[in-house]
């Protein structure tokens, strides 16, 4: 079992900046990918950046120029630097995680969210 706790969310004012944290924990043989999710009232959830166990990013168009995701391996761990930030982009953000266990078993992880707010 594989889990997920996040941290740095809050509120922040438009053009402001967030960073968020996630650390993942538990009997980890690889993470492959970690990401980061949103999902704003009455809206699906979205993906909002990844990144592979190599370092290869990948980002919503919404948020390309803006956003960092970066990851420590070592620490089991992925950040999400959010810069420029719009009211659009307020959402609960979700940590995602995917690997394999150390009795070789496929993991899909979630942390439990963190509200991110942008007011105008």
């Known amino acids: 079992q594989v889990q997920l706790v996040e941290s740095g969310g809050g509120l922040v004012q438009a053009g402001g900046s967030l960073r968020l944290s996630c650390a993942a924990s538990g009997s980890i043989l690889r993470i492959n990918v970690m990401g980061w999710y949103r999902q704003a009232p009455g809206k699906q959830r979205e993906l909002v950046a990844g990144i592979t166990d ?12 803006r956003f960092t995701i970066s990851r420590d391996n070592a620490k089991n761990t992925v950040y999400l630097q959010m810069n420029s930030l719009k009211p659009e982009d307020t959402a609960v953000y979700y940590c995602n995680a995917l690997g394999f266990t150390r009795n070789f078993a496929n993991f899909a992880s979630w942390g439990q969210g963190t509200q991110d707010t942008v007011s105008s």
């Not at 990948?58 to 948020?63: F, H, I, K, Q, T």
């Open 54 to 65: 190599g370092g290869s990013p990948n980002y919503a168009d919404s948020v390309k120029g």
